[in-house]
């Protein structure tokens, strides 16, 4: 689960979780990422999908506002996407800037965009349908819809089946352009991750501080009558009341969640604190272990936590295990992802239908190292990983089988053997911190690369957005 899944308003920011992008270089070639650019794709994202309200003053007929390279960047786009910042901050407690400023800041993010989609089909980077597919099927659910469901929501914001997958082949696009251009520049030695440490001794930064947080979510519909409300925040104050008398949290969870994560005992995973939405933070602040917040408002509905697990070193002593292995198979020019996709599908029948040992079909087919292993991948923890491979996998109970999953590696069939709570060595942690100080470079090595591509990029600017 992703924390974009809280408001199922605000659903383009399910792509975060489909995106976020991880650096190359695999123990199993390519599965384990080296980091993560999650925040900076998020950035890029804004969060939601949404149309213009009306607004008086501006011109009826649309207007070009910028040229980057050949292509214009049109006034409708520039205000679409203002409108979209908007109701994510909005969403979020926060604060906008001034109108013009706002669009001064939307415009470069634009022209940023199509110049790296330019650059991306420039070198012939494509994005299969099947792909497209998942992403949306993936967006849907953690947002707690059904595809349909999610069409249908945006369909009345006036966003159609049709250009919300655009948005995500385009988003998928820059993905995989940002894994090729920028992964492979950032690389962390042993002295970065001990001075990470220091550095996050002397904070009080959030970033210091890495959150387990558990989750009840109680939705309430748009545009609910005030009875209706009501009838929720009771809800909400119920599953605290049983939780401050000492029921176990996880029984809670089942009886009054209606949060993807609900299936796994509320947990949302330890992740550094400024991950997490900003109302959160405002209320967790210092809280200790164990503590219980709220109810809060949000958007979507109500929401109770409670402190599972911190760390101040971002790492927790103790964490979830999955010993798994996979099937991959690698699109090409006789096999695209769709084609892989429906034969790793036919795998899964066989296995299921008892015909076939998945260990016997992954050393037959798999182009993964692992295949000689019959696909096994060992013990691994959270963040071990792509985000997209991690996400399906723990849907997952031992002896499970995943449907095809798309990663930037190729199509994957997955397999859980069993899952484990385990205390991390000390080696084992400062790997874990490995990861957290390679996100961080690549967080940096991402916005040099823009600014880059954006120094390379011919804009002539036209009327202002209006």
């Not at 999610?150 to 250009?163: N, Q, V």
Request: with cysteine.
């Amino acid at each position: 689960m992703r924390l974009s899944s809280l408001n199922p308003r605000t659903l383009a920011m399910g792509l975060v979780c489909l995106a976020t992008l991880a650096a190359g270089g695999a123990q199993a070639q390519g599965l384990r990422p080296s980091g993560g650019t999650g925040a900076s794709l998020s950035k890029a994202l804004d969060s939601s999908v949404r149309a213009v309200p009306g607004n008086t003053g501006v011109r009826s007929a649309d207007y070009i506002v910028a040229v980057v390279n050949s292509e214009p960047v049109t006034n409708t786009e520039v205000r679409n996407r203002m409108a979209r910042v908007a109701q994510s901050v909005s969403e979020q407690g926060g604060k906008l800037p001034p109108e013009d400023v706002l669009a001064r800041e939307v415009l470069e993010r634009l022209i940023v965009e199509k110049a790296q989609l330019q650059s991306a089909r420039e070198q012939g980077l494509k994005v299969d349908d099947y792909a497209v597919e998942q992403a949306a099927q993936n967006v849907a659910r953690q947002n707690g819809l059904s595809l349909e469901q999610m069409l249908a929501r945006l369909a009345s914001d006036g966003i159609s089946a049709t250009r919300f997958r655009e948005e995500l082949r385009s988003q998928l696009l820059l993905q995989r352009l940002r894994e090729r251009e920028v992964d492979g520049r950032v690389r962390v030695s042993e002295l970065d991750i001990d001075q990470y440490i220091k550095e996050q001794r002397s904070s009080g930064d959030l970033s210091a501080t890495a959150l387990n947080l558990g989750h009840v979510f109680i939705p309430v519909p748009e545009n609910a009558a005030p009875a209706v409300v009501a009838e929720r925040e009771a809800r909400a104050n119920e599953a605290l009341g049983k939780l401050r008398a000492g029921q176990d949290f996880a029984a809670v969870v089942r009886e009054y969640s209606e949060a993807p994560e609900a299936r796994e005992g509320g947990a949302l995973g330890m992740r550094p604190a400024d991950r997490y939405p900003e109302l959160f933070m405002r209320a967790v602040g210092g809280s200790p272990k164990g503590a219980l917040i709220g109810p809060l408002r949000s958007g979507a509905g109500f929401h109770l936590l409670k402190v599972l697990d911190r760390s101040q070193q971002g790492v927790p002593a103790v964490v979830t295990q999955n010993h798994a292995r996979h099937i991959l198979l690698r699109p090409s020019e006789q096999l695209n992802e769709r084609q892989a996709a429906e034969r790793l599908a036919d795998y899964r029948r066989r296995v299921q239908a008892g015909q076939a040992r998945f260990e016997d079909l992954a050393r037959d087919h798999s182009q993964d190292g692992s295949a000689k292993q019959g696909g096994d991948l060992g013990w691994a923890g959270p963040g071990a990983y792509v985000p997209e491979f991690e996400e399906a996998l723990n849907q997952l109970q031992p002896g499970e089988v995943s449907a095809p999953v798309v990663s930037r590696f190729g199509v994957h069939l997955i397999q859980l053997i069993e899952r484990r709570q385990a205390t991390l060595t000390p080696r084992e942690q400062r790997d874990m911190l490995r990861n957290v100080v390679r996100e961080q470079k690549l967080e940096k090595a991402y916005s040099t690369w823009v600014q880059e591509v954006r120094g390379r990029a011919y804009v002539e600017y036209r009327d202002p957005p209006q």
